[in-house]
């Protein structure tokens, strides 16, 4: 069974940087491109970034490039997320999500998200 | 505001159908890429439904369809349960830049 763990959210400052972390389990991690997605309260879902499944391929939507960097440790089936420069609009529920293929593809499993507020 | 344009609501009665279009361009949907649709429940992550070419993984109802005519798309709902009311979104792809991925503003889906 898949099963995706997001840990790392919390409270933070604006101006400041959080990393978040996705534990993964019951796939061949590196064998398939993961995303992030977030979502705002009572708002629909935003795509952040996404890898390859060798981590050599990152895509990041416009609002947060620059600040944040999506990698992922093979070795230990775990996704990140490093943010930096936060903004209360960055304040949401960050999903990580599994492709179903490295192509352009559905995501076919997510984690239960982890809250990030960004707030003085 | 979204790159792909739903419907914030639709309604229906118990056994009735529904449909949610989702409303793209020609950097997206009319780019040739496939629509995929998801649905989520209060309180809870995403579910895939359609899975592109109206593909519907394992578990997911024939109740539950997908189409895509050029810069749009369609889920419909047949014989609508009450367990069906939630909100569904429609992802795709867009060439600006290349490999983002774009979701709709969501439509929350009342059984009536």
């Known amino acids: 069974e898949v099963q995706l763990l997001e840990s790392g959210g919390g409270l933070v400052q604006p101006g400041g940087s959080l990393r978040l972390s996705c534990a993964a389990s019951g796939f061949t991690f590196d064998n398939y491109a993961m995303a992030w997605v977030r979502q705002a309260a009572g708002k629909g879902l935003e795509w952040v970034s996404g890898i390859s499944g060798s981590g050599a391929i990152t895509y990041y939507a416009g609002s947060v490039k620059g600040r944040f960097t999506i990698s992922r440790e093979n070795s230990k089936n775990t996704l990140f997320l490093q943010m930096g420069g936060l903004r209360a609009e960055d304040t949401a529920v960050y999903y990580c999500?599994?492709?179903?293929?490295?192509?352009?593809?559905?995501?076919?499993?997510w984690g239960q998200g982890t809250l990030v507020t960004v707030s003085s | 505001q979204s790159v792909l344009t739903q419907p914030p609501s639709v309604s229906g009665a118990p056994g009735q159908r529904v449909s949610i279009s989702c409303t793209g361009s020609g950097s997206n949907i009319g780019a040739g890429y496939d629509v995929y649709w998801y649905q989520q429940l209060p309180g809870t992550a995403p579910y895939l439904l359609i899975s592109g070419n109206n593909n519907r993984p394992s578990g997911v109802p024939d109740r539950f369809s997908g189409s895509k005519s050029g810069t749009s798309a369609s889920l419909v709902i047949t014989g609508l349960q009450a367990e069906d009311e939630a909100d569904y979104y429609c992802q795709s792809y867009d060439t600006s830049p290349s490999g983002s991925v774009v979701f709709g503003g969501g439509t929350k889906l009342i059984v009536l």
């Open positions: 999500a599994k492709k179903v293929h490295s192509g352009l593809a559905p995501f076919d499993s």
